[in-house]
């Protein structure tokens, strides 16, 4: 399948991520067919989209013109079956669970022309594991997006070791389509490439919480105002090379055997989860929060990386520049 081939989209699952999927595609111009098993979920689907799609008009993103025609181009059916019909290319974002995941991909590749190419959002299952009752895994791919998938820009792409070079390569060409940045992780290993080193900083993060070496303010403002801010510019090993090898290499010497290396959870954030204290919805995780106003956090934090998306796409130059050697 050649990107020149796809020209319908299907999405199964319209969470927290299926339904920002959608409207990506679907902000690309392809008309997207749609599916939740949940029916809150379907009937819900259109409001979101559009209230996401406002938030893209009020950053000057998109004209209000556009959309309604990105609204229509989304249909939301009642059957599995009729949104993956005449798809050539379908994702999936429903639960995270093994048997959930790989009774999809069994049941779907019945159901799709043969040459379609099925993708999974999972954030943890390699797609060996999800397609493991394939008859064809060759055409079946990770697609990992980020939340929230309408705004951030990166999507890993991590074929398996079934997944031809070709499904591999239409399936990024069809992301950087979208305008997402699109990479391609080579091994199937868990967590794939971002989520590990997330988790690397968040394990030495809540060691220093634990430990009191700083307050929560301090420490997420001084990691949202230093790496955050470099990081939204340029790539972490182009940050590696303009602060010079030589000193890197002395402070990982000197840096990387203080570094907290084990895998407990630490006791402070073990004990937050016992309580119930989640996160936002639940009032409490490691800030307090009103769960009246959670909703209104998300719709400011989502404008803020609005902004920063039309800034850094607006500035595609600098972007560019590690890959061509020519920042300086
Ligand atoms: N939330 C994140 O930050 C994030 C990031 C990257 C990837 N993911 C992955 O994306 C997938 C979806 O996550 P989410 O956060 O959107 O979850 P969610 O719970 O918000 O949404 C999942 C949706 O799938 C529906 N669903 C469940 N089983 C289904 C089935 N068999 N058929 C049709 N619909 C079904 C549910 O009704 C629900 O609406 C998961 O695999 C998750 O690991 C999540």
Redesign the pocket.
Known sequence: MQLEQIRRIAV???????HGIAQSFAMAGFPVRA????TE?RESTPDRIRSNLNAFVANDLISGNDVEPILNRIKILES?ADAATDADFIVE????NRE??QD?FARIEDVVEKTTIIA?????FTISESCANMRDPRRAIVT????PPHIVPTVEIVPGPETTDQITRTTIALHRKLGKQAVRVNAEIPGFLVNRVQMAMIREIWDLYERGIASREDIDAAIQGSLGFRLAVSGPLAVCDFGGIDIWSTVYKRLVPELRNDSSVPDSIQQLLNEGSLGPRSGRGIYEYDPATVDEISAKRDTAMLKLAKLVADDSSFQDAPATGSKG
């Open positions: 199964i699952g319209l969470g927290r991520m299926g599916f939740d098993a949940n979920a599995e974002a429903i639960a995270e959930i995941k999809f999974s959002n999972s954030s943890t990992h997006w980020f939340n």
